[in-house]
């Protein structure tokens, strides 16, 4: 069983929903409240983890008790944590989300503490060879790069999901064999609007393949030969898109090292996503491999 390599951000999610957002000065009950594991690297890594497959992360988090809940969101779904960095006398982040339910709105408030960023120094006992994958979030930038070069010298693909820009996003797109972005950090990153010029430049890069979500819009697929594989989003009720991206990146790493076919990694992630609409905050409705198998046979 191939076995995959998680990089990036964790934190651990809070979310209430109320039938409007407060007015200043006044308070409100919330309707449902929720806590559970976030960040974009991890929820993609659990989402491998629910599957079956062998995972490992490595983040960063501090020594405090918020610390032991994001390690134990990832612990308690079977994913190696041995990687995960432990500051010392560090405030570990967490997040914030209030959902307007008549709306379907969201206001969220987060922290990233007082953790440092990982340096490459704290990788020496990492193995990338032994992985089938390195996912990553681009939320790391330094060790996610050095295990990025080291995937590279030993033929490991590595998968970038990326939706924020940063100083450091050239290198991790031009390190990458196959990148997942919303359509706001590509349009960003290259500096044009047209999805096909957008893919093109991307592919330029030397990117295997190049994903773009859309969000209501679905997805656009780019790869040699191909440059416009257009899948209209999937239809759900959807409750909370939070996570959705995150979720649609774990699946499509799925499909690719199970199956190695890029159209059909594409339709699995997009219907993947698109069911993890369907509850509040990233992981509450995480879609059985069963239950997205269904959906795409229906």
Not at 29 to 48: D, K, N, P, R, Y
Not at 145 to 161: G, K, S
Request: charged residues 25%.
């Amino acid at each position: 069983m191939s076995r995959i390599l998680g990089v990036g951000y964790c934190t651990v999610d809070h979310y209430g929903v109320v039938d409007r957002f407060l007015d200043p000065g006044h308070k409100r009950e919330m309707s449902t409240f929720s806590i559970q594991g976030g960040g974009a690297a991890a929820t993609s890594t659990v989402v491998l983890a629910r599957w079956g497959r062998e995972a490992r992360f490595c983040g960063a988090v501090g020594d405090d008790p918020r610390g032991e809940t994001i390690e134990s969101t990832l612990a308690d779904e079977g994913i190696d944590t041995s990687s995960l960095v432990r500051q010392p006398d560090a405030v570990s982040q967490f997040t914030f989300t209030i959902l307007e339910s008549t709306s379907g709105n969201r206001q969220t408030l987060y922290t990233r503490g007082s953790v440092d960023a990982i340096g490459p120094d704290r990788l020496d006992h990492i193995e990338v060879a032994n992985h089938s994958m390195l996912l990553m979030d681009g939320l790391e930038p330094d060790c996610q790069i050095e295990l990025a070069e080291r995937a590279d010298r030993h033929d490991v693909p590595v998968l970038l999901h990326a939706s924020e820009m940063d100083a450091e996003a050239e290198r991790l797109v031009d390190l990458c064999d196959y990148l997942v972005a919303s359509e706001r950090f590509a349009t960003q990153f290259t500096g044009r609007g047209e999805l096909e010029a957008i893919s093109r430049s991307l592919l330029e890069r030397q990117t295997r393949a190049v994903i773009l979500t859309l969000g209501r819009d679905g997805v656009v697929g780019a790869w040699d030969g191909d440059l416009q594989v257009r899948t209209e989003a999937y239809p759900v009720d959807v409750v909370d898109n939070s996570g959705a991206g995150d979720v649609f990146a774990g699946a499509f790493a799925h499909g690719l090292t199970e199956h190695g076919d890029l159209r059909e990694a594409l339709e699995f992630a997009n219907v993947a996503g698109a069911l993890s609409c369907r509850g509040l905050g990233p992981r509450s409705a995480i879609p059985s491999l069963e239950e997205v198998e269904r959906h795409l046979e229906g």
